[in-house]
């Protein structure tokens, strides 16, 4: 059991050690804590004992184990209160009346990669639960259209088609009028299917090059059914923390964010806002995954932050808390 000033101490070591990085050592505590550098080097040996804290091979400091965040984010963290730059960002999205929801939500976790330099993860709802309601083509000139996808629980996707200039727009438009008229219903991961063996039929009889435009719209759907309920931001960020500079650990944490099934992992089944570092959680020992679900009108869904294991984690779940507050869970 840690008595008052053990606890002050891994407070102070944690919270320097996520803003430097750095191994702390007693000589930097001495004023702030008023002991000598003796007594600190005691406290910070028993630390150790306790497996709060370990020594680094570089230095006489000490830096905080997975342990000791564990026992600082249960027994010592308050969240933060959010600064008002961070909440004019979020409030912006937010009061956008332009903006779908889970675009807003989309957005506001692009931000707060912005604002953190952690990476965010945004998993909605199975797609087998969004069903297509309408698809339209834009043309863009005479060999670029841009194909909109909308489903029934408000998602929108859009991709550039780039089609020969041999195809009339009028042959594109009767297209889009059969694809309308047969996949309208149908759940999105189940559309790829029907096109091939419904739709692709019945284009052939009205439509003379309905294979190049059969090919383009096959593709186009096969890119929402893998794209349409997960967005990474910000995978990049996490790779300017010092802790991975080493170029072995960048490549298998690049590969983990490109790995579908490894990112449908961070999936969570708890309202709670929840931390899993290191080792509790199933992406990587060696960062923090800080994640929460959010429920929208009946769609329910992910959103994570993930960042190395001296994360700020009384800002980031502050963050968090006001994107579930604003989004009516």
């Given amino acids: ?34 002991c000598s550098s003796a007594t600190i080097r005691n406290e910070m040996a028993t630390l150790e004992d306790f497996g709060y804290l370990e ?12 342990k000791g965040y564990r026992y600082y984010v249960d027994y010592i963290m308050k969240p933060k209160e959010m600064n008002g730059e961070d909440m004019l960002k979020l409030q912006t999205i937010f009061h956008n009346q332009s903006l779908a929801l889970n675009d807003a939500i989309l957005r506001s976790m692009e931000i707060i990669s912005e604002l953190t330099s952690y990476t965010s993860v945004v998993l909605g709802s199975s797609s087998k639960e969004n069903k297509v309601t309408k698809v339209e083509v834009v043309p863009l000139n005479d060999f670029q259209f841009i194909t909109i996808v909308v489903t029934d629980k408000g998602h929108v996707e859009h991709r550039t088609m780039n089609l020969p200039d041999t195809i009339s727009v009028e042959e594109v438009r009767q297209t889009v009028e059969l694809i309308n008229k047969l996949i309208i219903g149908t759940p999105i991961d189940e559309v790829s299917s029907k096109l091939e063996f419904e739709v692709k ?129």
Avoid: W
Avoid at 13 to 32: G, Q
């Fill in 1 to 34: 059991m840690m008595n008052d000033r053990q606890t002050e101490l891994l407070k102070l070591i944690i919270e320097d050690y996520i803003k430097t990085a750095r191994p702390v050592s007693s000589k930097s505590l001495c004023e702030i804590m008023n």
């Fill in 55 to 66: 020594k680094t091979h570089t230095s006489s400091g000490r830096v905080p184990s997975e």
């Fill in 201 to 329: 039929p019945v284009i052939a009889k009205y439509v003379k090059q309905h294979e190049v435009l059969y090919n383009a719209f096959y593709s186009a759907f096969s890119d929402f059914t893998k794209e349409a309920n997960v967005r990474v931001t910000g995978t990049k960020n996490i790779l300017m923390q010092p802790e991975f500079d080493d170029a072995t650990k960048i490549r298998e944490i690049m590969n983990k964010f490109e790995d579908q099934s490894m990112i449908n992992n961070i999936k969570e089944e708890d309202n709670g806002i929840n931390i899993y570092i290191g080792s509790e959680n199933e992406f990587d020992d060696d960062v923090t995954v800080i994640k929460t679900k959010y429920s929208l009108g009946g769609e329910e869904g992910t959103i994570a932050l993930i960042g190395p294991k001296r994360m700020e984690y009384d800002r980031v779940i502050a963050l968090l808390d006001y994107i579930k507050q604003n989004i009516g869970i």
